[in-house]
């Protein structure tokens, strides 16, 4: 029933040089249109922040985190939580009053969500800062308050009377018929979280229920410290890599005198990356790759005690596997029918991953002077063939974070009427001097959320790239706060909890609490000489996050169970994909990237098939490792000779195209099995509907606003309150697919999700 997802001290004068006037949401013009005095002020504001007076420009005083005035020190964490608890009781003692009063009965699902957004708004929080604050203290105040607020929503799921009154509003013709669609499909939320907790099981096997429940999160936490944490160093044969003949890695890996004869090398870093793609000896190279991609026997016990104990928890549900469990509310529904749509993939993309390999051995046997083909190993592929190139499709001016924000900003105003804005920040409101924080400004409604990046890597932070929620969208002058306390009296001590203000927003009645969303990256730190120069990776990576970003800011709901990326997660990726693999493939778009200073042209990359190789060997692996992910929460688990790295070896040797590596066992750091517990095919799966959505509406003319308002109006704005079928039919004017069925499932099983280089165009009936 309640569940939380994780899926930047500048103050900026407040101005345009030209008036806002309302947007036609009917508009067709894709005419470009000059950048705002905004979109302008992006660039220095994340470029060049010290050159600016308002960089050291505070109010007075010190707030807390988020500008909460409780979390100026570690121990608020407590404070807070403790607050949300006794918080949350009053609501469920109130919801449980509810069947004695019809009034009553009709403000059931309102203090539902309310109950959930109490737990939510502190666990969110939290997630944010154990992964993000650079202070051990505050990590471990943020894991305390987590782990209270976790058990206690686990206890809340089992939670038989709170059920029982949720049932007696859906089954009360009066109550049920009158709910508006967002309020169903929130209440239709919480009833499918009560059911798949076991709710109908007497009450011994409940407390059992929470217990595992409690048992997955500890191990799950285990199993992603040990997937992140680095690797021990390997010995590497000193003769071996003065071979490379490659300057710079001679120089990083500081080779000690001939007399000794080897070297210290830890996996992962960019040393280790350059040994695996300029090393001519083989056995190095291999002896790298395994000591990369083996784990140790407790790494693996984590892993498959959190799988099995998984297992359980949905055999005591009655579930034949933990897919089932984690499936039942997806698009999907089942795990016969995401392997049948996986299945269908494999098959599509073998043959182009199999033509990558012959390509890479053909190299190798040139290199080796061999009169055969030699079969080509893991440890090869880039040795003889260089990944897949990280240049941007159309040739730009060196894209910093300045520039592709500002370009962001462009790009979200000609699709949507959004655009950023620099906003200032109060001291103690953010965790590191690094992060920036920004408005979202709609033409019509005016603010609508907060964006706060932390953009650069620095010790202790979390590696990689998410987006968090820290606070949803949600209507509060409905509350009716008075009526959580029996006869109106409301307690006597202050509230310690989270203080949310409330904003009107133009066009809409009642007041919200705006959403607050948080960018989290791991990009190098730039040099003192000025702004960094990011990647083409790292500009694919900041615009699938803002694809997030932009869901959590147009999908506000009254409900925040339902608001923004809280919606199916196979659903969920279908913006963030559709942001970064097709609209950032688009050389109108890209052309938003450029300032106006910047003379030079757009012109397209010519096509280089030596750059090229590997590209299909690596969305292949993506479709391995979704069905790796589908195998490890299958009846398999069950198994008591359950034995993860021999699955994972049997699945790479009957569809992979590389051999199993023996005496390898990467499934360690396979972080997603986590997160996306039997979900991970959501990436493959939303490419493809996102793919058919960019063919269907935008690909003709990206920059078209009518194009922007459809995907607006019939996806973004209803987050997860409508069903994604149904939002999915709307968008791409298919009818036949709003049903969800069997057929529908077919249908876009068939769709292709990487380009096949055929240059046929998507079709809603292809095969």
């Known amino acids: 029933m309640l569940t939380t997802r994780r899926l930047a001290r500048l103050a900026v004068p407040r101005r345009r040089i030209c008036p806002v006037t309302p947007r036609n949401r009917n508009a067709s013009s894709a005419a470009v249109r000059p950048p705002s005095q905004d979109d302008e002020s992006i660039v220095d504001f994340f470029d060049r922040p010290q050159t600016k007076s308002w960089f050291r420009t505070y109010a007075a005083g010190t707030t807390g ?12 964490f407590r404070q807070v939580a403790d607050a949300a608890l006794k918080k949350a009781q009053s609501l469920v003692d109130r919801i449980l009053r509810a069947p004695g009063s019809a009034t009553e009965l009709r403000k059931v699902v309102k203090n539902l969500d309310r109950l959930s957004n109490v737990l939510c708004g502190v666990i969110d929080l939290a997630e944010l800062v154990r992964h993000a604050h650079p202070d051990p203290r505050w990590i471990d105040a943020a894991n305390d308050a987590y782990a209270t607020l976790y058990e206690y929503m686990n206890v809340l799921n089992t939670h038989v009377d709170l059920y029982n009154v949720l049932k007696t509003v859906l089954s009360t013709p009066d109550i049920a018929s009158n709910l508006t669609p967002e309020a169903r499909e929130t209440a239709l939320i919480f009833w499918r979280d009560f059911e798949k907790s076991g709710i109908d099981l007497p009450p011994h096997l409940r407390t059992r229920f929470v217990q595992l429940s409690s ?51 830890y996996p992962g870093t960019s040393e280790a990356r350059m040994i695996m793609a300029s090393v001519p000896d083989e056995a190095t190279r291999r002896a790298l790759y395994v000591a990369t991609n083996s ?48 299945q269908a ?27 055969e083909t030699p079969p080509v190993y893991a440890w090869d592929r880039e040795f003889y063939s260089p990944r897949v190139s990280t240049a941007a499709p159309v040739s730009l001016p060196n894209l910093t974070p300045g520039t592709v924000f ?34 979202v400004i709609d033409e019509d409604e005016g603010l609508v959320g907060y964006i706060y990046a932390d953009l650069f890597s620095r010790p202790g932070k979390a590696s990689g790239a998410a987006h968090y929620t820290v606070r949803c969208s949600r209507r509060v002058d409905d509350d009716d706060a008075q009526g959580d306390y029996v006869d109106g009296a ?46 083409w990776s790292d500009v694919m990576t900041t615009v699938h996050e803002m694809g997030h970003a932009v869901h959590s800011m147009i999908g506000r709901t009254d409900y925040q169970n339902v608001c923004g990326t809280r919606c199916a997660t196979d659903f969920v990726e279908l913006p963030s994909l559709l ?48 069905t790796l992910d589908q195998l490890y929460h299958s009846p398999l688990a069950s198994s008591p000779s359950f034995d993860s790295t021999a699955i994972f070896a049997r699945l790479q040797d009957e569809w992979g195209v590389l051999p199993y590596a023996q005496g390898t066992s990467w499934q360690t750091r396979f972080g997603h099995l986590y997160g996306y517990a039997a979900t991970y095919y959501s990436y493959i799966f939303d490419k493809a509907l996102a793919r058919a959505v960019w063919e269907r509406v935008f690909a003709q003319s990206p920059l078209e606003r009518s194009a922007g308002e459809k995907l607006r109006r019939e996806v973004l704005r209803y987050g997860g309150g409508k069903d994604p079928w149904a939002m999915l039919a ?38």
């Open 65 to 76: 985190l988020f500008l909460q005035p409780t979390l100026t020190h570690p121990s608020a």
């Open 215 to 265: 048992e997955i999160f500890s191990l799950g936490r285990d199993f992603v410290n040990q997937a992140s944490a680095p690797r021990p160093a390997v010995s590497l044969p000193a003769s071996a890599l003065r071979e490379t003949g490659t300057a710079g890695l001679l120089s990083r890996l500081r080779l000690p005198a001939r007399t000794s004869n080897t070297v210290p090398v």
């Open 295 to 342: 784990s140790s026997q407790q790494e693996i016990d984590v892993l498959e005690k959190l799988l099995k104990t998984r297992a359980q928890l949905a055999s005591l549900t009655g579930k034949p596997s933990y897919a089932h469990v984690a499936l039942d509310d997806k698009m999907t529904k089942t795990p016969e029918n995401v392997m049948t749509f996986l």
């Open 345 to 371: 993939q494999l098959y599509q993309s073998r043959p182009h991953a199999l033509a990558d390999v012959r390509s890479i051995a053909e190299r190798k046997r040139q290199y080796l002077g061999l009169s």
């Open 406 to 439: 500002y370009g962001l900003s462009r790009l979200f105003t000609h699709l949507f009427g959004i655009s950023l804005r620099p906003a200032g920040l109060q001291p103690g409101e953010v965790w590191d001097e690094d992060v920036r924080k920004l408005e």
């Open 490 to 535: 409301r307690p006597p001590e202050p509230d310690a909890g989270l203080q949310v203000p409330e904003h009107t927003v133009r066009g809409r009645p009642g007041r919200y609490q705006l959403p607050v969303v948080v960018l989290l990256c791991d990009f190098p730190q730039p040099t003192q000489a000025g702004a960094a120069n990011l990647e």
């Open 579 to 626: 942001m970064e693999h097709f609209f950032l493939s688009s050389p109108d778009v890209l052309s938003l990237f450029r300032r106006p200073e910047s003379h030079s042209m757009v012109h397209m990359r010519s096509p280089n098939s030596d750059l090229a190789i590997g590209a299909a060997i690596d969305s292949h692996s993506q479709i391995i490792l979704a």
């Open 730 to 767: 709307a968008v791409l004017d298919m009818p036949e697919l709003e049903s969800g069925d069997e057929a529908a499932m077919k249908l876009v099983g068939q769709w292709r999700v990487e380009d096949d280089g055929s240059g046929q165009g998507w079709s809603a009936h292809s095969h």
